[in-house]
């Protein structure tokens, strides 16, 4: 979501600033700013602006503010509405205190009333301004910046994270987190600080990531990091090295085309990568060969695009290791009750690893002391530190809002586990573990094969004709059912068109009444023979209210293809490889539909890229 930025040394901050907010764009913001530390007069000095960074970055013309310490961001609205006034950074009532913050500070209208009440003016509707004006207090009657912090923490509820410039404490920043994270890069005279270290990628390799519950005080040439308490803490800085040709666009329009075709490498590398860990996979899961022998059942445990990632592996982990796998939404998990078993692995899902939800639910099953593990994108991330173990994607950094190629690795990587699990548990041989790889290789050329067979008629033909209609109705059964959901969030996501999607058995229970001539109607085959003469007869009924049918079909699947008003034929592959097969067509059709309508496609409206906010 939001992105935080800050800078403290012997350069001048604002250009470093600009250059990581622009990195961070992906997250999606509504809204940037700037505040630093003028060099002469000690002052606190801010620009503040609605829309793109380019709307800040022209205000420099006339108000070309710099320092040595400054702090940026680029807000994604929770509480007030889009404008100058809840942009940040946010003030006190004297403007000696600008904070940027992500997050949500859950008790601030109770901290604002009680402020109002003692005299201080709010110039905002946000809840990051009421930790502004409670510091303003807490630094007239505590005696040192470690007390006042101390205090001001014990009094904010939420999940949070923020950077802080003090006037009177002019050669500082503060940082604080509490379930957001927030990470420092440890240059030589020079600090960083970012809520993703993307920003700061190509200036140190050396990362601190700050603990949950702590908070640091930053100058050019020290971090001093604490408890929430006051307590000092060790400084534990890492080496994390992060190829900044993996997040430039090439030759591309754009990142998300640019990530689909890395869908075919990425699982690739996904299948090289495991094939190395081997039987070190048990080690990286933090679980042991036996625990894996025994297992009776796997929980699944996600949100959005990685929640129906999961929904997909379930049939993986039924049909191959023969144990049952539940599925669960992590924005509803902790609200549900909680019946912890033996033999049974929680698995959470995430391509940021920083999904608020998500870690929200690992918290309960950590708190339960249930066997748990990650698999995500980023090593770094906060889920990866605070799991039993995880399992990487490879998928290189994704950019565009929209998931693609973490998708589909997601997809691979839940695959060849499903497999190895059931090679551990003497389910299958070693022939057929190796013949799991090499259907994972097959897959990926096909997804791309199938790309490269359609894109013509799709940008020329099909993507303007489609992109006329203003719903749509996305239909699957069986596996492709999940992934229905999964191509109707993408459409939403990029175009705004609305769709909705529905297992295509319940389409006469109801859903049958929506379908019409300007209604076109997406549905996606499945290899099994039977679900197929099922899907035959819900195209059959679709057509006999004259409505208009794009398939997704089979190779072979005459009767479905010949009912077809579009049809997108996928060439045989492994039957639960499927949705894998035909997810680089489905992401580029969609694209292409978002790109006639002039769409933000990288960066749609509303959305953000990392969650991590409840």
């Excluded at 990568?273 to 929980?299: A, C, D």
Aim: glycine share 6%; charged share 20%.
């Amino acid at each position: 979501m939001c992105g935080v930025v800050g800078y403290i040394g012997k350069a001048y901050c604002r250009d470093f600033i600009i250059q990581g907010l622009l990195r961070l764009e992906y997250r999606g913001y509504d809204s940037s700013g700037i505040a630093c530390i003028e060099p002469k007069g000690k002052k606190l000095v801010f620009l503040k602006s609605e829309g793109r960074l380019q709307n800040l970055i022209e205000k420099f013309k006339d108000f070309p503010i710099d320092g040595f310490v400054g702090i940026g961001h680029t807000r994604w609205s929770t509480h007030g509405i889009v404008s100058h006034q809840n942009a940040h950074p946010q003030f006190d009532c004297q403007k000696n205190i600008s904070i940027v913050h992500n997050g949500i500070i859950e008790n601030h209208n109770t901290l604002r009333q009680e402020l109002e009440t003692s005299g201080h003016i709010f110039n905002s509707t946000t809840d990051t301004e009421v930790i502004a004006h409670f510091l303003e207090d807490l630094l007239v009657i505590h005696k040192t910046l470690i007390s006042t912090l101390v205090a001001l923490v014990s009094r904010l509820e939420g999940a949070y994270a923020f950077a802080c410039l003090i006037q009177n404490f002019s050669d500082h920043i503060v940082v604080v987190r509490k379930r957001s994270p927030l990470c420092v890069g440890i240059g030589q005279g020079e600090m960083f600080i970012a809520s993703d270290l993307l920003a700061f990628s190509d200036k140190t390799n050396k990362v601190l990531f700050l603990p949950d519950e702590s908070f640091a005080i930053i100058t050019q040439d020290s971090v001093q990091l604490y408890d929430f308490t006051g307590n000092l803490l060790p400084v534990n800085i890492q080496e994390i090295n992060i190829d900044s040709n993996l997040i430039q666009i090439g030759t591309y329009e754009s990142y998300m085309l640019k990530e689909i075709y890395e869908q075919k490498s990425v699982i690739n590398k996904c299948v090289n990568s495991f094939r190395l860990l081997n039987n070190n996979i048990w080690n990286q899961l933090g679980v042991t060969s036996e625990f894996i022998k025994n297992l009776n059942t796997i929980n699944l445990i996600a949100c959005g695009t990685s929640w129906h990632a999961a929904r997909i592996a379930q049939f993986f982990f039924e049909t191959i290791c023969l144990i049952p796998a539940r599925i669960y939404l992590a924005s509803e998990f902790r609200y549900m009750p909680f019946f912890p078993e033996e033999k049974s692995l929680y698995l959470a899902i995430s391509q940021s690893g920083e999904t608020a939800d998500t870690l929200e639910a690992l918290a309960v099953v950590k708190s339960m002391n249930c066997t748990s593990a990650v698999i995500t994108n980023v090593a770094s991330s906060s889920m990866v530190r605070q799991a039993g173990g995880f399992l990487l994607t490879y998928a290189g950094p994704e950019i565009a809002v929209a998931s693609t190629k973490s998708f589909t690795a997601q997809l691979a990587t839940l695959y060849w586990l499903c497999n190895k699990m059931a090679l551990e548990k003497n389910i299958i041989t070693q022939k057929q573990m190796s013949l799991t790889e090499e259907d994972l290789r097959v897959v990926a050329e096909i997804l791309e094969n199938c790309i490269e067979n359609y894109k013509i008629t799709i940008v020329t033909k099909l993507a303007l004709k489609y992109s006329k209609y203003k719903h749509f109705i996305f239909l699957g059964r069986h596996i492709s059912y999940p992934f229905a959901l999964e191509a109707a969030l993408k459409l939403k996501e990029i175009s705004y068109i609305f769709s909705q999607c529905y297992p295509a058995g319940e389409l006469k229970h109801g859903p049958i009444a929506l379908i019409d001539e300007e209604t076109p109607v997406v549905l996606f085959s499945c290899f099994d023979p039977i679900i197929y003469q099922k899907l035959v007869s819900n195209a059959q009924e679709v057509k006999a209210r004259k409505g208009h049918l794009i398939v997704f079909a089979c190779e072979g699947q005459r009767e479905l293809i010949n009912l077809a008003d579009t049809v997108f034929i996928i060439p045989k592959v492994n039957p639960l490889l499927a949705p894998i097969a035909m997810s680089g067509l489905m992401q580029f059709f969609v694209y292409q539909i978002a790109k006639v309508l002039d769409r933000s496609i990288d960066r749609p409206r509303n959305l953000a890229k990392s969650v991590t906010v409840e």
